[in-house]
């Protein structure tokens, strides 16, 4: 079987599920602007409602703010991290509701924030992957090693995003949100992407930059959840990881 290396140490696997933001790409590159434009956009709406946030603009959705107001990182713990597009929406939309917006138009109004939030993301395209990723996946590919990507995001969302970094064709599967009733921590789609990989769980390692990702591994049977924490601070909240490692730099497949 073939396995993937982690300094000295061998692990076995036939294949590997990776979640995409935080883990294949970098996620403030990606999400950054778009979530610090969307903050400031309902902040404008409600300044003119006269209201403001009920509490911490950090505490919104997970945004860290350096003193200038300049986005610096985010909750790996939070909705920005762990969320759907639609729990997040429906946080804002809170705000706009307890200032008094009626709970549809305040939907209605942060999907459109959301949405001019988004143009820049599209136009920048400025995925980036996490150091060291391509040259894993060749060595997984060469490996026999079969890939797939399980994400909060939407599928189409996800496949554009892979394109953008151009490893769209590393992959046998891509679950999206969409394609399961349940998300993560569900094991739903590790589920999904196993069969559609034809692969069991036993003979399947899970790759996350959240909890939600190792619960659902563990619940899925993955022989291996490994967390990726590249500022080293893992330990804080990849509770139900195996393994945590800062990134993919020295890790390397092999057919043994």
């Known amino acids: 079987m073939p396995a993937i290396h982690i300094g000295s140490r061998p692990y076995h696997c036939r294949g590997i599920l990776f979640d995409k933001d935080g883990t294949l790409l970098d996620f403030m590159q990606l999400w950054g602007d778009w979530a610090r434009t969307l903050t ?10 006269g209201a403001g946030l009920t509490g911490p603009k950090s505490r919104l959705i997970g945004l860290n703010y350096e003193e200038n107001g300049a986005a610096s990182g985010y909750d790996k713990t939070g909705p920005l991290a762990m969320g759907t597009e639609e729990e997040v929406t429906a ?3 809170w705000q706009l509701y307890v200032a008094g917006v009626p709970w549809n138009e305040a939907v209605i109004q942060v999907r459109q924030f959301s949405a001019s939030a988004m143009l820049e993301v599209e136009k920048r395209r400025s995925a980036q992957p996490i150091p060291g990723l391509p040259e894993f996946l060749a060595s997984c590919q060469d490996a026999g090693i079969k890939l797939g990507v399980v994400t909060s995001d939407t599928t189409s969302e996800a496949l554009k995003h892979l394109e953008w970094l151009g490893i769209s064709g590393a992959f046998g599967s891509v679950v999206g949100r969409d394609r399961v009733v349940k998300g993560k921590p569900d ?15 036993e003979e399947c390692v899970v790759i996350g930059d959240s ?4 619960v659902m591994g563990k619940q899925a049977g993955a022989i291996l959840k490994i967390g990726i924490a590249p500022d080293g601070s893992g330990d804080g909240y990849l509770l139900d990881a195996d393994l945590i490692v800062p990134g993919y ?3 390397i497949a092999t057919r043994e």
């Open 211 to 214: 909890n939600a990702d190792m």
């Open 40 to 49: 400031e956009l309902l902040e404008s709406q409600l300044a003119v409602m």
């Open 187 to 201: 094991p739903e789609m590790a589920r999904l992407a196993m069969r559609e990989l034809g692969i069991a769980p």
């Open 249 to 251: 730099i020295g890790m």
């Open 91 to 93: 946080l804002l939309a």
